[in-house]
């Protein structure tokens, strides 16, 4: 997630100016470009979209608070756009991206994979989808595996890890 912070932060130092003017831009620029693929998956529905989209609690939230997750968002995001133009080695680069800018965004993996075992004609092309996930594994996930074995030990005693597999206790029968 960092490179996507560096371009402005390079700018702001170069310039002289505090570089928490580069995270407020750069998440700024996030949020506009989130804004634009929306506008492109959805035409013709532009007031909506401008409706919920500015009124969202989770962009007035993650702009005004600075949140960094505006940026795995818009990889995700980055993602649908170029399944909807079917161009699946770009969506599967996009969305590993994503993952690897933000952890939870591997829960967006089953939808793709329903969406295309539902969509008769992407469905032969899914091998795309998925030799992009495994190219941009080996170039954003398996360097991390392979040169930090501290930040291996970090995600993997993550409490929120745990989550992902545990059923809440209300939900097993007989409790």
């Given amino acids: 997630m960092w490179l996507a912070f560096l371009p402005a932060t390079l700018l702001c130092e170069a310039i002289g100016i505090p570089v928490s003017y580069a995270y407020g831009a750069t998440l700024f620029l ?6 634009y693929l929306l506008k492109r998956l959805l035409p013709g529905r532009d007031r909506l979209l401008l409706a919920t989209y500015w009124l969202s609690p989770i962009v007035i939230v993650a702009s005004y608070f600075g949140f960094n997750d505006l940026i795995p968002v818009l990889l995700l995001v980055v993602s649908l756009h170029y399944v909807r133009q079917a161009r699946l080695l770009l969506a ?12 939870s965004m591997l829960l967006a993996l089953p939808f ?3 969406y ?14 998925v030799k992009g996930l495994l190219v941009g594994s080996f170039f954003t ?4 595996f392979l040169v930090s074995d501290a930040g291996v030990a970090m995600l993997l ?11 809440p206790e209300s939900t097993v029968i007989g409790r």
Avoid: T, W
């Fill in 30 to 35: 996030a949020v506009l470009a989130i804004l």
């Fill in 92 to 103: 599967g680069l996009a969305c590993m991206a994503a993952v690897s800018a933000k952890l």
């Fill in 112 to 114: 793709f994979m329903i």
């Fill in 116 to 129: 295309f075992f539902h969509n008769r004609a992407l469905r032969q092309f899914l091998r795309y989808f």
């Fill in 141 to 144: 996930l398996l360097p991390f």
């Fill in 157 to 167: 005693s993550n409490p929120e890890i745990g989550k992902i597999y545990r059923l």
